[in-house]
Structure formats: structure tokens, C-alpha cells
């Protein structure tokens, strides 16, 4: 019962275990794979919350590309991402945390096989738009076989 009672917000109690959903490829890219967490439904599309893990090696990244969300942030679980954010590089390990403030351009453009984020986004249904690049974009490395 505690799962239909919403709050003045809209907002409903949300569980989520490890065995309550499965990692789909059917996200924003096809090389990573997503597990929601129940929050968007929870938050009737407030807020979205997602496991993301590396599925295939990079070979071409995310290309540049905003955001139209009022609020991003990406914890990195495990592994490591390169990002670029306008011009500069940036190395997000396993522990950091990284708050995209609305529509700053970046690009994903290389992970390591192990690689898990937990992405949290404002709101659940937002738009990625793709942008002109700032800059040039380092070589992804690729996973060493």
C-alpha cells in the first residue's frame, strides 16, 4: 500500500532491488546499457535515476551534445569515463561526481570495460540535442583485447 500513496507533490514510495529490473540496451546509446530505477514513475517524470554500464568498446563516443534538463549529475561506481566539457578534458574515476549544468556541451569519448554510472536527471523525459563542437576530441583509447 505504501507504494500507491502519493504525496502532495505527486510523488509516490519507490523500492527497487537489484533483481526488480534488468539492464536494457534500448537507452539513449546503443554501445551502453540502462536500468531504471523506478524513480521516473515514482516522481510521475520528475526525475529520472539509471544505472548506465559500458556494453561495447568506444569507437566513435556520444559525438557533442547538450542537454535540455534543469538538472544532471553522473556518479561514476566503478571504472573510469573521459569527457569532454566545452574544451577541457576531464577524467571522471570511480567515487567522483559530476554535476552537467544545463545545456553545457560535452562529449563521452572513451571508458573502460568496467565502467557503471548512476545518472540522475531533471526531468525523466529530457531532450539531447546535437551541437556544433567547441574543439577537438582526444582518440578513445578502445579496450585492449
Known sequence: MLDKVKSPSGTTFSHVKPQDTVFRGDGLRDFFLYRDLGVAAATDGKVLAQLVIAHNAPEKGTGWHRHEADFHIVIMLRGWARFMYEDQE????????VHQRPGVRHYLFDYSPDMEYLEI???????TIDVEPPCEVPQSKGWAT
Do not use: H, I, K, Y
Request: aromatic letters at 6%; hydrophobic letters at 40%.
Open 90 to 97: 576531464t577524467l571522471v574515476s570511480a567515487g567522483d561526481c
Open 121 to 127: 536527471v531533471g526531468p525523466a523525459d529530457f531532450n
